[in-house]
């Protein structure tokens, strides 16, 4: 079984610009989470999306938003970059998105911004 | 609101010698509790996880942990390292009151174990 795919791997944008991120979850499962990975902030929670909706949220401006596909593909995009959004961005999958399941991660995307 | 302290940000070792990651939590709800490894240029992976029952659970790899509910706490240990356990570990708790908390994590800070020859 294929594990969770992120693309692209590396991202280089500038301040002001936008920015698409892209998650493939392991076949079967159908919620997707992401997670902003900083040095300084460590792993934090962005939001969750089951079934094309999202049902939960973390402590993120608007800028940040994200989407899931019938076919529980999922995207996140971060508009109006600031300096501060450079980060390993991952995304990770469970079949339910209970919070005693196991989550499975991608590799993540490692977003510079200039 | 649920927290997560890594007392230690990196711990060095020699290889085969025993090793603890300590791990504390502090949460309004009771909680599940994982132990998650990231090696470089990779996502993290689960290591253990404790739901309930006994409070000592245990990796296929050598790792357990102990869950005291006393000292809110979840310390990682292994009795011999390898060099291969070289690694960021992090601890993360998530919410098992029955919330919407779907997919959420509260991870530490990380513990980078670095072990040596």
């Known amino acids: 079984k294929a594990g969770v795919t992120q693309t692209p791997r590396y991202l280089i944008k500038t301040r002001g610009q936008q920015v698409t991120l892209s998650c493939s979850p392991i076949?079967?499962?159908?919620?997707v989470s992401w997670y902003q990975q900083t040095p300084g902030q460590g792993l934090q929670f962005l939001f969750e999306?089951?079934?094309?909706?999202?049902?939960n949220k973390g402590n993120f401006p608007g800028r940040f938003s994200g989407r899931q596909f019938s076919n529980s593909r999922s995207e996140m995009n971060v508009s109006t970059l600031e300096l501060g959004d450079s980060a390993l961005y991952l995304c990770?999958?469970?079949?339910?998105?209970?919070?005693?399941?196991?989550?499975?991660f991608g590799s993540g995307t490692q977003l510079s911004v200039l | 609101a649920q927290s997560v302290t890594q007392l230690d940000s990196q711990v060095p070792v020699f290889e085969e010698a025993p090793v603890e990651l300590r791990c504390n939590y502090s949460?309004?709800?009771?909680?599940?509790l994982f132990w998650y490894v990231q090696y470089p240029n990779q996502g993290l992976q689960l290591l253990l996880k404790?739901?309930?029952?006994?409070?000592l659970v245990e990796s296929i790899n050598g790792f357990e942990a102990e869950f005291n509910k006393s000292q809110t706490s979840f310390h990682l240990r292994k009795p011999s390292v390898h060099i291969s356990d070289t690694a960021e570990y992090f601890c993360?708790?998530?919410?098992?009151?029955?919330?919407?908390?779907?997919?959420?994590?509260?991870f530490g800070q990380g513990t980078i174990l670095t072990v040596h020859p």
């Open positions: 990770a999958s469970s079949y339910y998105g209970t919070t005693r399941e196991k989550l499975f």
């Open positions: 076949s079967g499962h159908r919620s």
């Open positions: 999306y089951f079934s094309e909706t999202q049902r």
């Open positions: 949460s309004s709800v009771s909680v599940y």
């Open positions: 404790y739901l309930s029952g006994s409070t």
């Open positions: 993360a708790v998530s919410d098992n009151a029955g919330g919407t908390s779907y997919g959420k994590l509260t």
